[in-house]
């Protein structure tokens, strides 16, 4: 009994020795037919750890070894030499040998001896290493077989999306950098990114191999764009050729370790499996020390794909066909965080946003404030539906409106929600309750009152008087207002107003990470069920200008640091959504080659018409422009308009840099100098990201 015993435990070591504490083999070479002699484990050349102060976790050497999976379903051992396998690749009908030498030494009077060697712990003799080989390599290219039928099994179980558009030739392509995951708080693992950098390792699946099924080696990130990242494999050093980009996100991206953990093949890329003898002290001396994801990378991604909003939910939206209103609408689909909202009372008119966007509420939201709202036809909920819990909605910033706080009429500028690229002269229309203003385009309203949209009193989408010049930004004026060039002054004098208060602006910059160039996908909001490809031309404090690839610049948005409507590089492919690439040039001609049009004022006339979506491009307008103002009737066949408030509840704008106390804005009531309006510049791409203060002064 002890004999077996000792027989059973000798075998075990014999195995674990093969692997080694990175998931190879150590006898990878001996699977090569130009190779012919069998490496042995040896010692790490260097086993000291160096300290490196990281958050990442620290590969490690120590002595760790693992088996190769035995007793799993389709699993065998061969009764001869021990080797592990799949069942159905092993000889003959009772799959008890892994090769027709091994049934053949069993039966002989080798079988004596070769038991007798192991239990007196001699090394096998030459005969028995050749057949060792053969064995190897049938387990090897057994068990890749065994694992690309099961990988085939799950991938005709799921859909796996395709992306038609290549981020990573691109990037290259242009030499630019795409926005850090760090800046896009409300993306999957924006909030727990950490480290992650050039130079980290990570094991992926290796494409440079004769293996007809997946295995993997280590490779080093040397470039990254949001979630992708430019990886090269171990061993290549300056060698470019088989570098390519990936998704760090993606369930076949692992930390160092996870392949000897999870007994996975570690194998070399075949251009440079040769380079060495022996890969184990060459893995052993290179990763010692070196940072890699950390272990449980992939259960946060996991975690971090799973969002609160399910189907059938009810919520409150703005109706895109009346700013000035809310309606109830139930959640028909959650990607990746984004809604898609389909109003309760007309189940064919949808609409998208971000589940952390300022334009859904919970229901009985518009009551409390005092917003108007859209009582829907439908008397009792179906089947399923349920009211969406108050706390799953963005959380807005407490105002104490018995002090100092907005009042009718007062004046601000802010960004357009029917042409997110201009930022207008407003007024300030009615007060709501918990900070809530419903606010106009001055020379823009409708007589009901039907384009009013509401924005919360700490948006990042209105700004006190003089922010535009201030930060060198066009402010467009009022529709027939003559006396040009704008000066807000006279305007305040002419029409008896009051500028609104700076103090009653939240001026903090967050530390958003944003730089002039990065690149990055964006929401189109005058179509926002369309995600593009853009880049970030200009930065204001905490105001981004977006500018979508390959269309003109009458088409860029002015869009918060925080808003839920930008991602990074590589969101789409991560989430399954649709990435709209950038619009080539024939495709744009193709999309503009309509009668020619003189150029009007942003004002709406007449019906307007959904833009239309060329292959491989951005919407456009069947004119060519932006949608234009009119007021609504009931009678009127409208195309949807896009409401656009950015998030409340996130730290304002910052208009002046504290640093520069001569920035004022001197408004005058001196009847001697009226037309005195002036201005000290100080620098208007503001890329500081500390917070500051911006006051202006008015003197008696």
């Known amino acids: 009994m002890e004999d077996a015993r000792d027989l059973a435990e000798r075998a075990a070591r014999s195995e674990r020795k093969r692997r080694d504490s990175f998931g190879m083999y150590d006898g990878y070479d001996s699977c090569s037919e130009e190779s012919t002699s069998s490496s042995s484990s040896e010692d790490s050349e260097d086993d000291v750890v160096r300290s490196i102060p990281a958050s990442l976790p620290i590969i490690k050497n120590n002595g760790q070894v693992y088996t190769y999976p035995d007793g799993k379903a389709g699993m065998a051992t061969c009764e001869m030499c ?37 239990l007196q712990g001699k090394p096998p003799t030459k005969k028995a290493k050749v057949l060792q080989k053969q064995p190897l390599m049938a387990k090897l290219a057994a068990y890749a077989q065994y694992q690309a039928s099961q990988q085939n099994q799950v991938k005709s179980k799921s859909v796996v999306p395709a992306e038609s558009f290549d981020w990573g030739r691109y990037i290259c392509s242009s030499n630019t950098v795409g926005a850090p995951v760090s800046c896009f708080k409300h993306a999957p693992m924006g909030t727990c990114w950490g480290d992650i950098e050039e130079g980290v390792r990570i094991e992926v699946p290796n494409s440079d191999t004769n ?31 088989k570098d390519f980009w990936c998704n760090l996100c993606i369930p076949e991206v692992h930390p160092v370790g996870w392949c000897a953990s999870s007994n996975k093949p570690l194998v070399p890329p075949k251009s440079i499996q040769h380079k060495y003898s022996n890969w184990k002290p060459v893995l052993v001396k290179r990763l010692t020390g070196a940072k890699t994801l950390p272990a449980d990378f ?23 066909n009346y700013l000035c209103r809310t309606r109830v609408a139930l959640v028909e689909q959650v990607i990746g965080g984004r809604l898609r909202l389909v109003y309760e009372d007309d189940g064919l008119d949808d609409f998208w946003c971000h589940m952390y ?47 100092e706080w907005f009042k009718d009429g007062m004046k601000l500028e802010a960004i357009d929600p029917l042409n997110l690229s201009a930022i207008c002269v407003a007024t300030v229309k009615k007060v709501l309750a918990d900070g809530y203003l419903m606010i106009g385009i001055d020379g823009s309203e409708a007589i009901d009152g039907s384009d009013w949209f509401c924005y919360h009193g700490m948006s990042p989408s209105i700004f006190p ?30 029409t008896g107003s009051v500028a609104a208060p700076v103090k009653l602006f939240n001026k903090e910059v967050p530390n958003h990470g944003f730089r002039i160039g990065m690149k990055l996908e964006a929401v189109d909001l005058m179509e926002p069920r369309l995600v593009c490809v853009a880049t970030v031309t200009r930065i204001v404090h905490r105001l981004l200008r977006i500018h979508f690839d390959g269309w003109e610049d009458e088409y860029d948005q002015w869009v918060d640091c925080e808003s839920p409507d930008l991602y990074p590089v590589g969101w ?18 193709m999309s503009l080659s309509v009668p020619k049009q003189k150029k009007k004022t942003p004002q709406y006339k007449g019906q307007k018409k959904k833009r239309k979506i060329p292959v491989g491009g951005r919407p456009f307008s069947q004119s060519g422009r932006r949608r234009r103002r009119n007021s609504f009737s009931e009678d009127e066949e409208q195309s949807p308009l896009t409401y656009h408030v950015q998030g409340p509840a996130r730290p304002q704008i910052h208009l002046h840099p504290i640093h520069k106390p001569e920035s004022l804005l001197r408004m005058k009531e001196d009847t001697a100098d009226v037309d005195e309006f002036t201005f000290m510049h100080g620098t208007s791409d503001q890329e500081s990201n500390g917070s500051g203060s911006y006051y202006i002064k008015q003197e008696p």
């Open 572 to 589: 789409c492919q991560l989430t399954g959504y649709q990435l709209q690439p950038p619009a080539s040039q024939s495709n744009r001609d």
């Open 298 to 320: 992939n259960a946060k991604v996991r975690e971090n794909m799973q969002f609160p909003f399910k189907k059938l939910m009810r919520v409150e939206v703005v109706d895109k």
């Open 357 to 403: 966007s300022p334009l859904i509420h919970n229901i009985g939201w518009s009551r409390s404030i005092g917003h108007r709202f859209k009582r829907s036809d439908v008397t009792k909920k179906a089947e399923g539906q349920v009211d969406a819990p108050a706390q799953l909605f963005q959380k807005i910033k407490d105002v104490d409106q018995s002090e």
């Open 82 to 118: 021990g080797m592990v396998g799949v069942r159905d690749a092993f000889y003959s009908k009772t799959k008890r040998f892994c090769s027709v030498s091994c049934s053949r030494s069993y039966s002989s009077n080798s079988k004596k001896a070769s038991i007798l060697a192991r």
């Open 465 to 494: 008087v003089g922010f535009c010049e201030i930060n060198n930004i066009e402010l467009t004026p009022p529709k027939g207002y003559t006396k040009l060039p704008f000066k807000w002054f006279d305007y305040l004098r002419e």
């Open 211 to 241: 293996l007809s099924t997946k295995v993997y080696w280590i490779a080093e990130i040397i470039k990254l764009a949001g979630f992708k990242a430019l990886l090269r494999y171990e061993g290549f050093d300056n060698d470019t050729s």
